[in-house]
């Protein structure tokens, strides 16, 4: 079925430890997206893609690195998670910028301990 | 850069009743305005935007919003809110002159039968 996935679902990690979060989308879109949420903050932008090697920070870029080597996937990584990491992770896709919409996936609920 | 105020962090309506959800924007330039909603351990769904033109927007599952230049307003409405309407709605603003896309902190709306 085509969309836009996110893995894990869940995770549990210590500080200090490096994970990484998986994003994959089947409609070929160019642009692909990381987005954080917490409670009272909405959704904050962490890194944005506009295409395959080229990634740019969003609002809250730190603590997080990101690729592209391919059009379908953008992984996000915490290179050394910290308690304040704690999240729900969001990766969405669309096809430009501008006037349009981003289609997200399922979310990733991070825990950090 | 832009921003999103959604005023209430609650909304309570009984089902029959219209609804609004309220959202001011500020941007330097021209807004493209958009609703999404969220429903309970899922990821965002589009449901309607604003780019240019006619300042009420349709958008899915009976959903409008006016655009309002003067009051830099963008707000949710439904004539007739079901109970399967209940979830949280956010606003988002992207200037027209970047590439940041920012969104509200979310309305919880409650629809009572």
């Known amino acids: 079925d085509a969309g836009i996935t996110q893995s894990p679902r869940y995770k549990i990690t210590e500080t200090g430890r490096q994970v990484t979060l998986m994003c994959h989308q089947t409609w070929s879109h160019s642009y692909m997206f990381w987005y954080r949420q917490d409670l009272g903050h909405g959704l904050r932008l962490i890194y944005y893609s506009a295409a395959a090697d080229i990634t740019d920070k969003g609002e809250v870029p730190d603590g997080y690195v990101v690729s592209r080597s391919k059009t379908e996937n953008f992984p996000l990584t915490l290179e050394s998670a910290t308690r304040s990491q704690t999240s729900v992770y969001f990766c969405a896709s669309s096809e430009k910028l501008a006037g349009h919409e981003q289609y997200f996936g399922p979310g990733t609920r991070l825990t950090v301990t | ?113």
């Open chain 2, 1 to 113: 850069a832009q921003s999103v105020a959604q005023p209430e962090d609650q909304v309570n309506v009984a089902e029959g009743n219209p609804l609004t959800v309220k959202c001011t924007y500020s941007v330097s330039g021209n807004p493209y305005l958009f609703w999404y909603v969220q429903y309970p351990n899922r990821g965002l769904q589009f449901l309607l935007k604003y780019i240019t033109g006619d300042n009420l927007v349709k958008g899915s599952y009976g959903f409008e919003a006016e655009f309002n230049k003067s009051q830099t307003s963008f707000h949710l409405k439904k004539p007739s809110a079901l109970v399967s309407d209940s979830a949280l709605y956010f606003c988002a603003v992207r200037d027209m002159m970047n590439n940041d896309m920012r969104f509200g902190a979310g309305t919880r709306l409650t629809v009572k039968p």
